[in-house]
């Protein structure tokens, strides 16, 4: 091959190469997930958080932006309170996490390891 077709090659590499670079930094980082990460519907059934923390008297629960505790946290929750479940979908470490609706209207996503079924 010539010498000015092995340029063109290592000018369309490194051009390439710049490219997909400058598309992973601009990539979003984690922040709000709604809906798009269930993998499961639930057919929107009521639950309830079914933990008590007895020693400090601080949140049961938490919601969360994303499938997972390594999102921002949106809201407390304590035992009982109530909130409906639209789908579920993984968190990063392979534990199961409802896409949920509270009664004031909030949506996030709640550790499904924290709730029972149904209204309590």
């Known amino acids: 091959m010539s010498r000015i077709r092995w340029r063109r090659m290592g000018t369309v590499a490194a051009v390439g190469a710049a490219l997909f ?3 992973v930094t601009v990539a979003p ?3 709000a997930v709604g ?3 269930c993998s499961q519907n639930v057919t929107n059934h009521w639950r309830h958080i079914d933990i008590f923390n007895y020693e400090d008297h601080g949140h049961e629960a938490y919601m969360h932006s ?3 505790a390594t999102y921002k946290i949106t809201k407390g929750l304590y035992f009982n309170d109530q909130f409906k479940a ?3 979908g993984l968190s990063p470490h392979g534990n199961w996490w409802y896409y949920s609706k509270l009664p004031s209207g909030k ?3 709640i550790a499904a390891r924290s709730s029972a079924r149904g209204k309590y």
């Open 35 to 37: 809906s798009a990460a």
């Open 29 to 31: 980082t984690a922040g």
């Open 66 to 68: 994303g499938p997972g």
């Open 86 to 88: 639209y789908c579920k």
């Open 21 to 23: 670079a400058g598309s």
């Open 107 to 109: 949506k996030g996503w």
